[in-house]
């Protein structure tokens, strides 16, 4: 969950391949368990800077509400839920999986799974041990 007023590619790059991103930064989660991504790519153009803020703000928590009901767990790995605003009508979406045909079988083998998510489980906790992090981090965890 995330917004920004940068290139959609720069996001998905910024997000999967470094640690600039609190999920990956703070171990919410780790790049490789990220197989699908949607996005609402939204017009900003000719839009002042508070109306920037408050078009990302208001998709952002209309999309996490989305993704919140679809959800099996009723439950998205965030560190924090976005400022509640108005819901508002949220362009298609643009989705693809992420991850070469050729890696799909073994990043997707439970053995590999259960093994990166304990990993980052306790990558986090140690993460949470040794900061004072947010409440919703530990949420999450």
Known sequence: M?????????RIGRHLTNQRTDAVA?????????AYIRMWPLNLAGLGKRSVRQKLD????????LLLKGSKL??????KPPTETELVELPEPVEGCIVPQEL?????HP???IERRAATIASLARVISERKVSKGLRSTL
Request: charged residues 30%; without cysteine.
């Open 26 to 34: 703070m171990n919410v989660h780790g790049p490789f368990e990220v």
């Open 104 to 108: 799909f079988p073994i990043r997707r």
């Open 74 to 79: 009723k439950a998205i790995l965030n560190e």
């Open 58 to 65: 208001a998709a952002e928590y209309t999309a996490y509400r």
């Open 2 to 10: 995330g917004q920004t007023e940068e290139s959609l590619s720069a």
């Open 111 to 113: 053995d590999v799974r």
